[in-house]
């Protein structure tokens, strides 16, 4: 790897984590860094300039914050695990309200509708995009959640972690559908207009119809997946614990799932997977970047780096990745 443009590094921290996603707009970098603080937790909400490499500490939190940040219509949503959910207007960089939901450390995936923010703390809550006031919750059999919530329409579709997959109708606010049982959801996708790619700790990817949760076919990773499946073309990007990272094709006319090809990183995959004119790009646990072919899989390049990415981020000519000892390190793009 050449050098980068810039490292930002918060100094004089202990242990510091990274957030697995991070956002740019407007040519600003913002993520959340957690680190350990007189025997506790601290975390911080921060804007960097990728031009000139100047911060803005917007949020500084007395706990965790491990979500990935979520931009929607000029406002960010994020939240710690104190069970506080900030709505922050990134143009001025400012708080514009905060809600406090539930009593336990929260899942911090959430999701966007028009006018409402889901998210699940022990039961899952609707909160409004304007005030940040409680609409609504509703109380599942399990208590636990770490997986994405995505939004269609007037349904959400969301997993629990030691339970089912379901979708959720917001009109009639309850449960249209659900699929498995004492299963572990990490991640979820849409596939085309009527399927989801569903992911769980078991290491199998799962399609399923939208409509009613019936189950079409998967496919066995062989290994824990934690990270959300990237999908192009038709097609599912995937990496698992095992370092295995997949290229997968659903057949439509066959109704099943193919191996298109399967890379064998070094370690654990620690980033998602991303996609960048025709090339796959992706981090190992053992401070590996790669570089690989879309269409074929085959290794452009293998590169030892300061401390593997949790995050690979491109914007313009510029590359980013975010990880816990370099935190941000922008390079041209490669």
Known sequence: MKKPLFNYKIKGIRQPMISDNGVVLDNKLFFA??????????SQLIAVDLDTGAENIILVVPHVIRNTVLFDNEYLYINSFNAILYCIDYLNLSIKWE????????????GVTDKSILAFNGELFNIDKSTGNVLWTYQHP??????HILVKEDFIYHGLSDGYFYCFDLIKQKIKWTFGENLYFKSAAFLLDTLIIVCATNGVVYVLESSSGRE??????????????????????????????YCLEFVTEKS??????????????????????????????????YKLDMTSGDEIFKEKVVSYARDILFTGDKMILLSDKGQVDCYSAV
């Open 33 to 42: 860094v957690k680190y350990d603080k007189g025997g506790f937790y601290e």
């Open 142 to 147: 399990s208590n636990h959640s770490s997986c």
């Open 99 to 110: 809600c406090k939901f539930g009593d336990r450390n929260p899942d911090w995936h959430i």
């Open 256 to 289: 099943k799932i193919n191996k298109i090809w399967e890379y064998k990183a070094s370690d654990t995959i620690s980033s998602r997977v991303v996609i960048l004119n025709s090339f796959v790009y992706l981090s190992s646990e053992d401070n590996y970047f």
């Open 216 to 245: 079409i076919t998967n496919f066995d990773t062989g290994g824990a997946i934690y990270r959300e499946p990237i999908i192009k073309d038709n097609k599912i990007f995937i990496g698992n614990d095992f370092g295995m990272v």
